[in-house]
């Protein structure tokens, strides 16, 4: 008997089907305890863990106890009802059939978990969240029948149905294995035409030596790249799109956008190639039996063109016929290829003999050792020739998706597949350079004469004297004949056979890895003009649109039959994907991502660089023009897809590096003590939602903006575990805000009791090593005379707890202020309203596209379609009158003031009042605010107190120093009546704005006066506004100078007065600021930490 642990439910089953752990049960109730023996506890016996995803256990019963669970068992559920679970039931008979001995929400580990949305494999479950967890239990739960003891043991989730995160049945999509899926589709992309028309050839001019070298130099090319490919095959789970996946999995969508496409048109091209050469031997054929159709390349592209055709009724009737012609390809390849080998010990003839074959000689082969490279051939022009014949590796990566399994099959496959081609590839030069001689006449009669000195030739030392290929052209041996190993094989017509057979596998792959390669990079939509070619049909997801798209390509190019030309540039393609294969895997583990854990642990990254390396240097020996064109079209689309940033985020290693970099700079600065020349604001901005304060976000970056860091934070106020909840679901949603309107700043946000332990927190905890807040800007609270006394505390407090931490201030202050949220809400609802309108809109249309029946159905379709059209026009109208009301209702002014640090500022002046010495912060700012596009038309005018009797020699003294400090300016202007009483009218106006705010404990009597002062003790006293009179006079007086001086300046920024704790009441601060900065234009009040920002230093 056989239990689900799933869902505790008992099943009939084979005994031997299990593969969780086996458990021996005893009867813990309370009837039949007398029965039980308690000295003889519950035996545990383990079993190893399976590999299928259905988790059953065993249960084995002792003799006579399997009554006791006649009763729990009913039609396969549990008789418990719902309303005796208990949370923490152990004592039943249930206890010792979960996961854990108690009751718990926490799941164990299962892969459903961690599966992406959509997985084709199976579904995705989600976890019982950490709150779910971690909060309290709700005491009244509604359990599900049959359920509660899965979900309470931490075996699923509730409504989990174990029949549901079975995976996908796949019965009807065909998977191939590493045999037939990898390995055979290697091994026949590797052994091309090359190995039977040209190896002779190379053998030939590089002599047996350097051949081999060649031979294994490009299979170090492609042994690199395979190991990195299956390092990162073996990183996770593996879709379809072969290279292409591979690539931007690793490096992300710049680099795999820009590669995938070259590859599946590199592979489109190559099916014209590989049914070229086939039609080419096919016409050779059709001269020598003297059949020729029209002429000779006439007749290549009609074989070319019928060849094409039948290829793609191939794949297009499946993968599986697909995979059953590959094989069958393969067979005759590999007889053809033993045919070699038994041709190479069957005794030769004289007219073979006459031909340069000689059965094995070591003559011929010491002969054939050394090089004999003809006029214009060398090393690596012959290197270019042959690498070609090595490629072909990733034919069994790029159909990964209709691999069974991937991680295992590409490693295997492809690595096994380079091995046994190279082994018959250095087999066959060997055997044909110790068989063949170079030059032979062809002529049976040109035997050696008696007396005749051979000079070291094997062929003279066999009998034959082919001593005149030296001075004329001969048509036979290896330097000549292109058809020695169909002269040497045992039957001739065997290798034609494999050249055939060559061809014909090579396009039929690459038929086969273009649309699939094209079709996974159409789904990720980088390209978005090609979603077209996305589509799959079937149940493989067959990509007919991409098959019949390569077809066309295919087609073009056997027309066109000049492929020498574009020939070299395939190959250049080829050998990219494979430069960035290895440089994926390098770049991965040089990244040091927790998340590179590739199964697949035999390679190493410095290897891999240096096969990136490699490829690149292959590309340049192979055709140097062909390699540059190749950079620029890779380059180019890589500019693309990074200027259109497809909104993809697959973790790539290239997001890791840029982590580590990240961090690698932040440590190092943290080890270089700061400097004064390089002092940048760095700036905390309290915008709430960044969107609902744009203005005082502008003004911020303007001066932030590639220079120094700007964090835009909010403060949730209220209880922790809503205010948690809703600043998380949020945080995303605002720096995407940020991204998408191209500001470069972070979103912080956190929760507090009040505003001020918020402000407090980021003040203290925000910014990472050196890069951390200096500077503190948040708007001017224009509400202050309205607003409740906790905020007004809050507001002065915060300015308090800044200079406490040494930090700077900024507020700014504008006419209408900052917050334009109800706006936003208007604008929310006037986007829903027209996001009904279209849909409605688009109902007709839908209705109005039908065809109305006959009789009673078809008249009452045309009613509707009349009550329907009726609609729109309410809805419209409905528009327009909120559109109407949204002018007039709420303050245009307001919307156009949010945005005026948007705009260009034009020619005009920034007034900066530098009262107090700060360290140079109130003169730093404007100066980076000129440096800015919006508003280097703006010119600095300063102004600063001064003596009435010196304001020559400071003008002198100011000009002097900011000459120092490198800083252009407009003029200079020494303000000496400063301290002078401000007009009757100006004090009159602060004294009745302050008047609600006073305590006037002077006109009371002392016990009256002490109990005001206990009970509002927020108030300003009459003795407090006598001992700052003068500081009072001075905000007033400077907001007459301000009104005088500056009231048409672009922008003003002031020195911030600064309050001193517990002696300057809150509602006076405030008082102060407001009469300071009344009806003026934008105002920054500005105050550093009085530490030098600024210095005249080299």
Not at 7 to 31: A, C, K
Not at 223 to 232: E, W
Not at 677 to 682: D, L, T, Y
Request: charged fraction near 20%.
């Amino acid at each position: 008997m056989s239990v689900n642990n799933s869902s505790n439910v008992f099943l009939d089953s084979v005994p031997s089907n299990t593969n969780r752990f086996q458990v021996s049960v005893i009867n813990e109730s309370h009837e039949s305890s007398a029965v039980v023996d308690d000295s003889d506890p519950p035996h545990y016996e383990e079993t190893s863990f399976g590999e299928e995803a259905q988790k059953r256990f065993r249960v084995s019963f002792r003799p006579g106890k399997q009554e006791c669970y006649d009763n729990f068992l009913q039609n396969g559920e549990t008789t418990k009802t719902d309303a005796s679970f208990h949370a923490y039931d152990s004592h039943t008979n249930t206890y010792y059939l979960k996961t854990f001995g108690h009751n718990t929400v926490d799941a164990v580990p299962k892969i459903e978990y961690y599966r992406n949305t959509g997985s084709v494999s199976g579904p995705k479950v989600n976890r019982p969240s950490l709150l779910e967890i971690h909060e309290q239990l709700a005491k009244n739960v509604a359990v599900a029948p049959g359920s509660a003891d899965r979900v309470a043991n931490g075996d699923g989730m509730p409504g989990d149905d174990p029949a549901e995160n079975k995976e996908e049945d796949k019965s009807g999509a065909v998977k191939f294995g590493w045999v037939k899926g990898v390995l055979v589709r290697c091994m026949l992309n590797i052994w091309g035409v090359m190995l039977f028309i040209r190896l002779s050839w190379i053998v030939g001019e590089a002599g047996i030596g350097l051949g081999v070298l060649i031979i294994l130099l490009s299979t170090m090319v492609t042994s690199i790249t395979g190991l990195s490919t299956s390092a990162i095959a073996t990183n996770g789970f593996v879709r379809g799109g072969g290279a292409y996946y591979l690539i931007s999995r690793s490096l992300g969508p710049e680099f795999g956008g820009s590669i995938g496409l070259i590859f599946a048109f590199a592979n489109a091209v190559a099916v014209a190639m590989y049914v070229v050469g086939f039609a080419e031997t096919v016409v050779d054929l059709l001269k020598e039996s003297d059949s020729m159709m029209v002429d000779p390349t006439n007749d290549i592209r009609i074989i070319g063109s019928i060849t094409v055709v039948i290829l793609l009724g191939i794949s297009v009737a499946g993968m599986e016929w697909e995979a059953k012609a590959q094989v069958i390809l393969l067979v005759i390849l590999l007889i053809a290829i033993a045919n070699f080998f038994i041709g190479t010990v069957i005794p030769t003839n004289n007219e073979k003999k006459s031909k340069g074959f000689f059965n094995y000689q070591a003559s011929i082969f010491a002969e054939n050792f050394g090089p004999s490279f003809t006029k214009g051939e060398g090393f690596f022009s012959v290197f270019a020739i042959f690498f070609p014949a090595a490629t072909g590796i990733l034919a069994g990566a790029n159909i990964s998706g209709d691999l069974e399994d991937p991680q295992d099959a590409i490693p295997r496959g492809t690595m096994l597949a380079i091995f046994i081609t190279t082994v018959a590839y250095i087999g066959v030069a060997i055997c044909v350079g110790a068989c063949v001689v170079r030059d032979a006449t062809g002529n049976v009669n040109d035997t050696v004469i008696s007396g005749m000195n051979c000079n070291g030739s094997a062929a003279c030392g066999l009998g034959y004297d082919f001593s005149r290929c030296r001075h004329e052209p001969c048509q036979y041996g290896l330097m000549n004949n292109f058809q020695v190993m169909s002269m040497v094989s045992g039957f001739g017509p065997l290798i034609t056979a494999g050249i055939f057979s060559a061809t014909l596998s090579s396009a039929l792959a690459s038929l086969v890895s273009a649309p699939k390669v094209f079709q996974a990079l159409c789904k990720d939509n980088i390209y978005k003009a090609l979603q077209f070619f996305a589509k799959g049909y079937g149940k493989n997801n067959e990509p007919l649109r991409g098959y019949i798209l390569t077809f066309v390509i295919a087609m073009a190019f056997i027309l066109i039959a000049e492929l020498n030309t574009i020939a070299p540039i395939i190959s250049n393609f080829f050998l990219a994907s494979y430069a960035l294969i290895n440089f994926s895997c390098f770049h991965a583990s040089y990244a040091k991502s927790p998340g590179w854990r590739p199964a697949y642990r035999i390679y190493n990254m410095w290897v891999s660089l240096f096969g990136a390396v490699l490829c690149c240097a292959v590309m340049f020996v192979i055709n140097w023009w062909a390699a540059v064109i190749t950079y620029v079209i890779e380059f180019f689309l890589y500019i693309y897809v990074t200027y259109k940033k497809p909104d993809v985020n697959w973790g790539s290693s290239t997001q890791a590096l840029s982590y580590v970099s990240a961090l690698d700079n932040a440590l190092e600065l943290t080890t270089v003590e700061d400097h004064v020349k390089n002092f940048r604001p760095q700036c905390i901005v309290l915008t709430g939602e960044p969107m609902t304060r744009p203005a005082l976000l502008d003004m911020s970056y303007a001066f932030t903006k590639n220079s120094g860091l700007c964090i835009c934070c909010e403060v949730f106020v209220g209880p922790r575990k809503l205010c948690v909840k809703e600043m998380n679901s949020g945080m995303a949603k605002k720096q995407a805000w940020l991204i998408k309107n191209k500001i470069k700043a972070f979103y912080a946000a956190v929760a507090a009791d009040c505003f001020r332990d918020g402000v407090r927190s980021l003040l203290q905890a925000s910014g990472l090593g050196r890069m951390k807040p200096n500077t503190l800007v948040m708007g001017y609270k224009r509400n202050w005379k309205k607003a409740p006394l906790a905020e007004i505390e809050n507001y002065v407090g915060i300015i308090h707890d800044a200079f406490d931490f040494e930090i700077g201030v900024v507020i700014v202050r504008i006419s209408q202020g900052f917050d334009i949220s109800q706006v936003l809400q208007v604008q929310d609802e006037l986007e829903k309203l027209e996001q009904e309108r279209l849909a409605l809109e688009a109902t007709i249309k839908d209705n109005d596209s039908e065809e109305g029946s006959g009789g009673i159905r078809g008249l009452f379709k045309k009613a509707g379609k009349l009550n329907i059209t009726k609609t729109p026009s309410k809805k419209d109208s409905s528009i327009n009158t909120i559109q109407s009301m949204h002018v007039g209702e709420f303050n245009q002014k307001l919307v156009e003031a949010s945005t005026q640090f948007k705009k260009k500022q034009g020619k005009g002046t920034i007034d900066v009042w530098w009262l107090f010495d700060d360290g140079g912060l109130t003169l730093l700012i404007p100066y980076i605010l000129t440096l800015r596009k919006k508003w280097k038309d703006c010119k600095l005018r300063i102004y600063v107190g001064g003596k009435v009797n010196r304001i020559e020699e400071e003008k002198i003294a100011m000009a002097s120093l900011l000459s120092k400090f490198r800083i252009k300016f407009a003029d200079i202007h020494i303000i000496g009546d400063i301290n002078i009483k401000p007009n009757k009218e100006s004090w009159k106006g602060f004294e009745e704005m302050i008047e609600q705010y006073r305590l006037h404990e002077s006109c009371k009597d002392l016990t009256t006066a002490e109990k005001l002062k206990r009970e509002t003790p927020w108030k300003i006293t009459d003795a407090e506004l006598e001992a700052v009179k003068e500081k009072s006079y001075r905000q007033v007086r400077l907001n007459e100078l301000l009104q005088e001086h500056s009231r048409a300046a672009n922008l003003i920024v002031l020195s911030l007065p600064v309050a001193r704790k517990g002696s300057i009441s809150d509602w006076l601060y405030m008082a102060w600021l407001e009469i300071l900065t009344k009806n003026l234009p934008p105002v920054l009040l500005v105050r550093g930490n009085h530490k030098n920002v600024l210095t005249f230093y080299s």
